[in-house]
């Protein structure tokens, strides 16, 4: 049982373009949405992340709006750069709870010149 | 500051060989996991710590084993290893709630 999406699969994206993935969630007990970004033969690294009762975080180029009453967020990177290019996961977690971290199966971001 | 620490970095098996992974934290961190990362299946967890003395199962546990017994280190040992064990584990702690994991770089296992 997934209890995290997460879409699409691999992105293209152009030199100064934005990128957008998503993730729909199941559980509405998850209380805190991280983004981690993973570069190839190292561990993924936190990138950015939101509590439910806010609706958008940003931070310089990385943005995470936040709907919840779809189940739904997702990260927006604006002017998207090749140093952009890597993995990308979204994850949901229960705090004081059973303090597990689900992932969604990531996202291949591609940034092209 | 070493962060967290993977021991080793590579590892090829035999079916039916074990064999133990270390995960060592420098950051007093109360919360240890142990995830295994497959293409197109994300980090999948397999066990998980919330102190030291504690584990419990994630999703993926079959045909693994885990202890706690100091804060620092969390191991994950496979009894009898096979072939769908082939993987790149990764090992992470966090501190307190809403405080982000911290991973480690990873082992991959290779089971012939």
Request: glycine share 10%; aromatic share 12%; with cysteine.
């Amino acid at each position: 049982q997934q209890q995290v999406k997460q879409s699409p699969q691999s992105l293209i994206v152009q030199k100064g373009g934005i990128s957008i993935i998503n993730c729909a969630y199941e559980n509405t007990a998850f209380d805190y949405f991280p983004w981690y970004q993973q570069f190839p033969g190292k561990g993924p690294a936190l990138l950015i992340a939101i509590r439910p009762d806010v609706s958008e975080k940003k931070e310089g180029r990385f943005t995470i709006s936040f709907n919840k009453s779809a189940k739904q967020f997702s990260l927006h990177i604006m002017d998207s750069q090749p140093g952009d290019s890597a993995t990308y996961f979204c994850a949901a977690i229960i705090n004081f709870g059973n303090e597990k971290l689900t992932f969604g199966t990531g996202t291949r971001l591609t940034i092209i010149p | 500051n070493a962060g967290v620490t993977q021991t080793p970095k590579f590892r090829v098996l035999k079916t039916g060989q074990s064999m133990t992974l270390l995960c060592a934290q420098d950051m007093n961190h109360e919360y240890m996991y142990w995830y295994r990362q497959d293409p197109g299946m994300g980090l999948r967890l397999i066990h998980y710590s919330v102190g030291e003395g504690t584990t419990a199962k994630g999703e993926v546990p079959d045909g693994y084993n885990v202890s706690r017994l100091k804060k620092q280190n969390f191991l994950l040992g496979l009894e009898s290893a096979a072939p769908s064990q082939t993987s790149v584990y990764f090992c992470a702690s966090r501190g307190q709630e809403y405080s982000p994991l911290h991973f480690g770089n990873g082992t991959r296992l290779t089971v012939t």
